[in-house]
């Protein structure tokens, strides 16, 4: 699986908007980015982001390939999540919680600790 802390801050941009569309030519990449590059520097990032196993050509449509993710954006989020749980906590899902949780600006609704509680319970029902 391809790791997405590797990617720069302008591949991450690039499959930001490949995610947002599900699949798109490096001329609607190149319109969706900031400050957009030449459209040759998006095809080489394009490139690169196929090498690391980020992107794929879906197909040809006359002289335009359209590219999609490698992954789901829920697969490249958990996977994401994992990098980040092991990195910075350890790969405590309670720390991260509760680091989150004690910031300031944190606010917590009824309905989403009504959420998580009920995750939490689902999770010790099925032994994880």
């Known amino acids: 699986m391809s790791d997405s802390?590797?990617?720069?801050?302008?591949?991450?941009?690039?499959?930001?908007?490949?995610?947002?569309?599900?699949?798109?030519?490096?001329?609607t990449v190149q319109g969706k980015l900031p400050d957009p590059p030449t459209d040759m520097a998006v095809r080489r990032l394009m490139h690169i982001l196929e090498e690391k196993g980020h992107a794929k050509r879906l197909r040809k449509e006359g002289r335009e390939v359209i590219y999609a993710p490698a992954q789901s954006k829920a697969s490249a989020g958990l996977h994401a999540l994992r990098s980040v749980l092991d990195t910075f906590f350890g790969g405590a899902v309670?720390?991260?919680?509760?680091?989150?949780?004690?910031?300031?600006?944190?606010?917590?609704?009824?309905?989403?600790?009504?959420?998580?509680q009920q995750l939490i319970d689902d999770a010790k029902k099925q032994g994880n």
Do not use: F, P
């Not at 690039?14 to 001329?27: C, D, F, K, P, R």
């Open 5 to 27: 802390t590797n990617l720069s801050r302008r591949e991450r941009q690039i499959m930001n908007v490949l995610h947002e569309l599900g699949s798109a030519t490096v001329a």
């Open 94 to 116: 309670d720390e991260a919680l509760a680091a989150h949780l004690t910031r300031k600006d944190a606010a917590l609704t009824d309905e989403q600790a009504q959420r998580i």
